[in-house]
């Protein structure tokens, strides 16, 4: 028996992390990496969403950098609501 809140036709938590990880990527060339902490499903307008938190580490510009600042400074959080039928990027912002 199928979970109800489950459509066939939805992209599953994995894929849609997978379409996150991308966007992000094509969007910003200095991701050094990206985590995920949470997945939830939400709803947007009436439309199935998924709201995907997780955090995203830059690149530092230098060895000095390395050295003296703190790997902290280059870590964001982010949270992206995500359509689970179409997987499309309806919103997403860094802290």
């Known amino acids: 028996m199928s979970d ?18 991308r966007y992000l990527h094509e969007r910003y060339f200095d991701f050094e990496k990206i985590s995920f902490n949470s997945v939830e499903m939400v709803s947007i307008q009436e439309n199935p969403s998924y709201r995907i938190y997780g955090t995203v580490r830059v690149k530092s510009r230098s060895l000095l950098d390395r050295l003296i600042i703190d790997k902290k400074a280059y870590t964001y959080k982010f949270m992206v ?14 802290q």
């Open 4 to 21: 109800p809140e489950i459509d066939s036709t939805q992209i599953s938590e994995d894929k849609a992390k997978e379409l996150v990880d």
């Open 81 to 94: 609501d995500m359509n689970a039928l179409t997987g499309r990027v309806i919103n997403y912002e860094f």
